[in-house]
């Protein structure tokens, strides 16, 4: 079946403006997460959403970030006001439900760069 | 809060040679899950392996096993009869019952022929 899919897989923005990014989890799957993975960094944990309850916003790193998942399937994570900083890939992972116990499946990133 | 901890940034290995990559982890949680994720050039994160905390037994997979030691918080991962396919960035994630997964900075494995 299909698995996890993003888009764009490139994204080169102005530094100031906002961008979109989409995650298509597999089909199911009650549980989504969003990451991010700066240049040779691990995977900072950002936000996830479990069915429809309030989402764990906590690794958010300010309030330029925000994310939204509709209908439980598609999520988009939008950055506005882009900074340079904010250049890196974003990962997104879908699981059955929530916790360590179900595996995460991931996408193949979001590649963002802030000129 | 926990953390994962990977202390070596990279390794290198001969082809059909062993090699273990470390991870310590802290936590004060009881039950949780650690895992070991390749990374390689394409991005895509893929699960090599995972253990339950409250099995005693370490994990295998194929080529793939860990070392859990519980009570040091350690969780490595040995490759054995390595091949130029394992050549990738592998990273050690924690995560408890319930919650969202934390990850390691990853090690960078090289394979040499």
């Known amino acids: 079946g299909a698995g996890v899919s993003q888009s764009p897989s490139n994204k080169v923005t102005e530094k100031g403006k906002d961008v979109e990014l989409r995650c298509d989890p597999i089909?199911?799957?009650?549980?989504l997460y969003w990451y991010r993975q700066s240049l040779g960094q691990g995977l900072e944990f950002l936000i996830y959403?479990?069915?429809?309850?309030?989402?764990?916003k906590s690794g958010l790193p300010s309030d330029r970030f925000s994310a939204e998942r509709t209908g439980g399937s598609v999520s988009t994570l939008t950055i506005q006001r882009t900074q340079q900083e904010d250049s890196a890939v974003y990962l997104c992972?879908?699981?059955?439900?929530?916790?360590?116990?179900?595996?995460?499946?991931f996408g193949p990133g979001t590649r963002l760069t802030v000129t | 809060a926990q953390t994962v901890t990977q202390s070596q940034p990279e390794m290198s290995v001969q082809e059909a040679e062993t090699v273990t990559l470390s991870c310590t982890y802290d936590?004060?949680?009881?039950?949780?899950?650690l895992f070991w994720y390749k990374q390689p050039p394409s991005r895509q994160m893929i699960l090599v392996i995972r253990?339950?905390?409250?099995?005693?037994q370490n994990a295998t997979e194929n080529r793939f096993s860990v070392n859990f030691q519980k009570a040091a918080k350690s969780f490595s991962l040995k490759i054995s009869d390595s091949q130029l396919g394992d050549a990738a960035m592998y990273f050690c994630?924690?995560?408890?019952?319930?919650?969202?997964?934390?990850f390691g900075a990853g090690t960078r494995l090289t394979v040499k022929p």
């Open positions: 936590t004060s949680e009881s039950d949780y899950y």
């Open positions: 089909s199911g799957h009650t549980a």
């Open positions: 992972a879908s699981s059955w439900k929530s916790g360590g116990a179900y595996e995460q499946y």
């Open positions: 994630a924690y995560a408890a019952s319930n919650n969202d997964m934390r």
């Open positions: 959403f479990q069915g429809n309850s309030a989402p764990d």
């Open positions: 253990q339950e905390a409250y099995k005693q």
